[in-house]
Nanobody, 116 residues
Framework: QVQLVESGGGLVQPGGSLRLSCTASGFTFRRYAMSWYRQGPGKKRELVARITSAGGTPDYADSVKGRFTISRDNAKNTVYLQMNSLQPEDTAVYYC?????????WGQGTQVTVSS
């Protein structure tokens, strides 16, 4: 059974940091590209960051470049999203996704709220 379980969300003040984790099971993690998406209130889901199965140069949305960092630990079947300099517009539910072999797997999401 495929599972992606996100954790690390919460309430943070503007300018603060959070690290999200997504732990995978039920598939060969190291063979899949991993992504973080987010969906803010009243907004469409958008891609935040993506890292290939080989852990090559990641891609980032322009809105998070220089503030967010995606990384993966294939030994732990986990992908991370380090988020720094958080702003209220970063408030959203963050989802991790695994892509490969024509398949897409999704986690249940974790809420990130940036507010003073």
């Amino acid at each position: 059974q495929v599972q992606l379980v996100e954790s690390g969300g919460g309430l943070v003040q503007p300018g603060g940091s959070l690290r999200l984790s997504c732990t995978a099971s039920g598939f060969t993690f190291r063979r899949y590209a991993m992504s973080w998406y987010r969906q803010g209130p009243g907004k469409k889901r958008e891609l935040v960051a993506r890292i290939t199965s080989a852990g090559g140069t990641p891609d980032y949305a322009d809105s998070v470049k220089g503030r967010f960092t995606i990384s993966r630990d294939n030994a732990k079947n986990t992908v991370y999203l380090q988020m720094n300099s958080l702003q209220p517009e970063d408030t959203a539910v963050y989802y991790c996704s695994a892509t490969g072999y024509g398949l897409d797997y999704w986690g249940q999401g974790t809420q990130v709220t940036v507010s003073s």
